[in-house]
């Protein structure tokens, strides 16, 4: 195992916004109805495919969550909406979802029933949005349900990570003797149960930090350092001290065999075997205090070459939350980091990465003018192999609230799509797509250290360079 050293090494690039050209083709607005709970599972995402722009992500109506598909065509024209999901009988919180490679639609809600009391309900729907069929786990009232995650493998098998609690209290007595168990189910992809496991939270998994990646024929299931690989045939296999730290974030496989995993909190970057043998891990020098935890990765990529870029928020010296953008090769080594800040006292964050044309896209939310004002949509394109700055783009929608780009996707002939949440009202978004010509840098971008050249690259991460 290889420990990088957690210094800085060198002084990345680090830009304030310059004049770039942009041209919007269209924009176009659709009422999500979401509030600020959103979570980034569920932030909305783009698929194009036969000139046709697919966004998908978790539409609300009165106390339901659904899974919605609105479909423009390369003219910005909405030739399709497709909501996959429930009717509004209870409260119901949309947990999880996928879609496998023929367009199903897998979906896991949690639904409340009672006083503590909710039940999970697994739906299979087709592309169509034709419910397939559906799964009530509920079965007593004294017994209650939380659904967590779902993967699917080889696409005829579903897992789904739950809560299950019993000897629930009644009405205003204490919940203490109330016991919980974290359950793996698996369903075949017709509906079929084929077996359930309890976990003992002493010598397995427990509640307090978990992770489900699925992916082929095996399911991944990381709590604290523990890595757990489950096959379709209810198999486990136990690895009870991975050296993993920092929990996990988002996990990716690699073109290699291994994963690529992220930490929940600082820049911590770790790879590892599937049988959770820790390869190298990194992690970036972080200006906070040793109690205060705000650095985060929240965006990861993989190029052709192995390469992994990730970007998220990070506090500089003197500033909030800046975009840093870093590039490390398969074997860990720091490539480059670029660092985008809008003015010292904003706060910015990279959510959504794309790879195109020998350029890295970064989308995400960025303060208007300092901390406390609205958010506006960023762009940053960047030259993948030099880390140069290529062109930038915000957007402050007219009424001023909070837009956020959640996904971005370039075609071939460098025009941009993306989309994100806008703020129409109090706490209420919506979802807003646009698409753009290209962003092209009108002027030279304007570095806050104008004299840095990189030497040597790739980065010897044993030395400082002194500039």
């Given at each position: ?134 799964h009530s786990f509920l079965f007593s009232n004294d017994t209650s349900y939380y659904g967590y995650q779902l993967g699917l493998v080889n696409d005829t098998c579903v897992f789904i990570l739950i809560n299950r609690d019993t000897n629930l209290p009644e009405w205003g007595d204490d919940v203490i003797f109330t016991e919980s168990t974290l359950q793996l189910h698996a369903f075949h992809t017709n509906g079929t149960p084929l077996w359930s496991r309890n976990f003992n939270p002493a010598t397995e998994f427990n509640f307090i930090s978990h992770h489900f990646f699925a992916q082929q024929d095996t ?249």
């Amino acid at each position: 195992m290889k420990d990088v050293a957690l210094y800085s090494l060198f002084l990345g690039m680090s830009f304030q916004w310059a004049l770039s050209q942009s041209h919007v083709l269209w924009t176009a607005d659709y009422e999500a109805n979401v509030d600020n709970s959103y979570t980034t599972k569920f932030f909305p995402r783009i698929n194009v495919a036969n000139d046709t722009i697919r966004i998908t992500g978790v539409k609300k109506s009165q106390n339901t969550e659904n899974l919605q598909i609105i479909s423009y065509d390369l003219n910005g024209n909405l030739i399709q909406e497709q909501l996959f999901g429930l009717h509004p009988e209870f409260h119901t919180r949309l947990t999880d979802y996928k879609i496998d490679t023929h367009g199903n639609v897998f979906l896991l809600h949690t639904q409340e029933v009672g006083f503590v009391q909710e039940n999970v309900l697994l739906q299979k729907y087709d592309s169509s949005g034709e419910l397939l069929w559906l799964h009530s786990f509920l079965f007593s009232n004294d017994t209650s349900y939380y659904g967590y995650q779902l993967g699917l493998v080889n696409d005829t098998c579903v897992f789904i990570l739950i809560n299950r609690d019993t000897n629930l209290p009644e009405w205003g007595d204490d919940v203490i003797f109330t016991e919980s168990t974290l359950q793996l189910h698996a369903f075949h992809t017709n509906g079929t149960p084929l077996w359930s496991r309890n976990f003992n939270p002493a010598t397995e998994f427990n509640f307090i930090s978990h992770h489900f990646f699925a992916q082929q024929d095996t399911a991944y299931y990381f709590s604290h350092n523990r890595l757990g690989k489950i096959s379709e045939n209810n198999e486990l296999v136990m690895n009870l001290n991975t050296g993993l730290q920092g929990g996990v974030g988002m996990v990716q496989a690699t073109a290699d065999g291994n994963l690529i995993i992220s930490s929940s909190g600082r820049y911590r970057l770790t790879k590892m075997t599937k049988n959770g043998q820790v390869i190298w891990t990194y992690l970036h020098p972080t200006n906070l205090p040793s109690n205060v935890c705000c650095d985060a990765i929240q965006s990861m990529i993989q190029d052709e070459e192995g390469n992994i870029y990730i970007s998220g928020k990070y506090y500089g010296i003197g500033t909030n939350g800046d975009v840093l953008t870093l590039k490390f090769d398969s074997a860990g080594t720091l490539i480059w980091e670029n660092s985008y800040t809008h003015g010292l006292n904003n706060y910015e964050s990279g959510l959504a990465l794309f790879l195109k044309n020998g350029n890295l896209y970064v989308a995400g939310g960025s303060q208007n003018d300092g901390v406390g004002s609205h958010y506006d949509y960023f762009l940053l394109k960047i030259d993948k192999q030099s880390a140069a700055y290529a062109g930038g783009y915000r957007y402050d929608s007219p009424n001023q609230g909070n837009d956020v780009a959640t996904a971005v996707h370039v075609l071939d002939d460098n025009q941009i799509i993306i989309t994100g949440l806008s703020q129409y009202q109090n706490e209420k978004y919506d979802w807003t797509t646009q698409m753009l010509s290209d962003i092209v840098l009108q002027t030279e971008a304007h570095f806050l250290n104008d004299n840095i050249i990189i030497f040597p690259n790739p980065l010897d991460y044993n030395n400082i360079l002194n500039i």
